[in-house]
């Protein structure tokens, strides 16, 4: 089984400062890791994934995210925000053997951007 | 990326009565949907998995005769709330995927229940 902590629940920042969402897992078998965006009354976007390869990952939107297996963390970042940037963030994990195929979600993060 | 939507995007009933939510994929084939609720503020909580064709996996908790989950073609798969009640009343999100990369896992808007 695997789980995924997300310790903030809310992080407020101004426009153009540099943001970091916390994302930890626990499990115990290897995992492919992923951040997803929800606006409002909206479904989940995602926005990068942890596959392999490269522990640094872009995605859209400005965002990256490093995977750092010996901390098992995957947090999010990006080095300047904006207004439309406010939305809630999960921190979500599949399993990478066999076939399972549902994911694991944190509770979110609410990133609030202000002026 | 893939175009999933969902119908209704809100819906308000009565007490007791039932509801069906519709979950496509409107440009790929999903060989498999998911059913997740929300609640205010919580993460998504996965109610089952459902492959085309055959009976939905459900989660532990989760009563497969109040929520019934049809997937029987590869671009449609219904989620029927059965005798409603308020607490009922959530955010219902439905992603497809292909077996092939279950990786790519495509989320529709999401549907607004309100039981009264």
């Known amino acids: 089984a695997q789980s995924v902590t997300q310790l903030d629940s809310q992080v407020p920042v101004f426009e153009e400062a540099p943001v970091e969402l916390r994302c930890n897992y626990s499990s115990s078998v290897s995992v492919y890791l992923f951040w997803y965006v929800q606006y409002p009354n909206q479904g989940l976007q995602l926005l990068l994934k942890y596959l392999s390869g490269s522990t640094l990952v872009k995605g859209i939107n400005g965002f990256e995210a490093e995977f750092n297996k010996s901390q098992t963390s995957f947090h999010l970042r990006k080095p300047s925000v904006h207004i439309s940037d406010t939305a809630e963030y999960f921190c979500?994990?599949?399993?990478?053997?066999?076939?399972?195929?549902?994911?694991?979600f944190g509770t979110g993060t609410r990133l609030q951007v202000t002026l | 990326g893939a175009v999933v939507s969902q119908h209704p995007s809100r819906v308000i009933c009565k007490s007791g009565t039932s509801v069906k939510i519709e979950c496509r994929s409107l440009?790929?084939?999903?060989?498999?949907m998911f059913w997740y609720r929300q609640f205010p503020k919580k993460s998504l909580m996965l109610m089952a998995t459902s492959n085309e064709g055959s009976k939905a996996t459900y989660e532990q908790g989760v009563e497969k005769d109040k929520f019934l989950i049809n997937h029987a073609s590869l671009t449609l798969s219904t989620l029927t709330v059965t005798s409603a009640h308020p607490e009922d009343s959530s955010f219902y999100i439905c992603?497809?995927?292909?077996?092939?990369?279950?990786?790519?896992?495509?989320f529709g808007p999401g549907t607004r229940l309100t039981v009264l």
């Open positions: 979500a994990v599949r399993q990478s053997t066999g076939t399972a195929s549902k994911l694991t």
């Open positions: 992603s497809a995927a292909h077996w092939s990369s279950y990786n790519e896992q495509f």
């Open positions: 440009d790929f084939q999903a060989t498999t």
